[in-house]
């Protein structure tokens, strides 16, 4: 297998000498047609020379594969026309590894996503957490009151940055074996009930994914994968708010409707109300 690679390697190497070849030639033809060429033409030669550099850098991959080292997947190329993508390692069976980009959703009790971010590569998940929460603060001008996640965002560093930013309940299971005092604050019913609404919520993720275009990107790069998943996040919100206000205005209807108890039972019995009674001076 290592050797028909370093083949395929070579070829591509030879194949990427004709390119550059190509390139040369078409950007001299550019400047000696100066302002007449057209934009395509221009697009088309600084295509061809993007994609020269990106198969140069899949070749030079390769060659470390072949000589028993692994790329480093920070900045490792794995897609020729989004070079932004990185490889992310799920761990899922049959899954174990992605690719594309890290995104990150909080949202509230009532299902609207306040905050959201998407990152390159596979950064950790605790670093993330203080600052999305530092924004929802700067967006309505307060921090939430309880704040809940999985256990990739569990260390101490983390609850106190929260506190900091006024979270009064913090309830995320800490990575590792928890002591005994730690066990404590993990059994406590405020704790485990926050733990069983994050439990609920994660379906949020999957929503997203496959109704509101969180599954895949349509538009390239980093950029273009922040603009398209924030475009979801509106539709969502948008959505979602609208189902919000016809439910008010469903509840607020139905209990201006509700009749009222005391005067319907003396219409019924036909009796006038008993008098009111007198209080001795």
């Known amino acids: 297998m290592l050797t028909l690679t370093a083949e395929l390697a070579t070829i591509a190497e030879a194949t990427i000498k004709d390119a550059q070849n190509v390139a040369i030639k078409a950007r001299r033809g550019l400047r000696r047609a100066k302002g007449r060429a057209s934009g395509q033409a221009t697009s088309l030669v600084a295509e061809l020379e993007r994609t020269i550099g990106v198969l140069e850098q899949i070749v030079a991959q390769t060659r470390t594969r072949i000589a028993g080292k692994v790329p480093d997947g920070a900045s490792r190329v794995v897609s020729l026309h989004d070079t932004d993508a990185r ?114 919520s994660e379906g949020r993720i999957s929503y997203l994914k496959h109704s509101w275009g969180w599954e895949r990107t349509v538009l390239d790069g980093i950029d273009g994968a922040r603009t398209w998943c924030g475009w979801g996040i509106l539709a969502h919100n948008a959505t979602k708010l609208a189902v919000l206000a016809e439910e008010r205005e469903m509840k607020s209807t139905a209990a201006a409707s509700a009749p009222n108890r005391s005067t319907t039972t003396e219409r019924a019995s036909g009796r006038p109300p008993p008098p009111a009674k007198k209080v001795p001076a």
Request: net charge positive.
């Open 87 to 200: 490889p992310i390692a799920k761990g899922r069976l049959g899954r174990p590894v992605e690719f594309g980009f890290k995104g990150q959703v909080v949202d509230n009790a009532d299902g609207i996503v306040l905050d959201h971010c998407v990152e390159m590569g596979n950064p950790p998940d605790a670093p993330m957490l203080a600052p999305a929460i530092a924004r929802i603060k700067r967006l309505v001008g307060k921090g939430p009151a309880r704040a809940t996640a999985d256990r990739g965002y569990g260390e101490a560093k983390v609850e106190d940055e929260l506190h900091a930013l006024g979270v009064k309940h913090v309830a995320i299971p800490r990575k590792g074996r928890p002591g005994a005092q730690r066990q404590a604050v993990e059994s406590s019913r405020r704790f485990r009930k926050l733990i069983k609404w994050r439990t609920g």
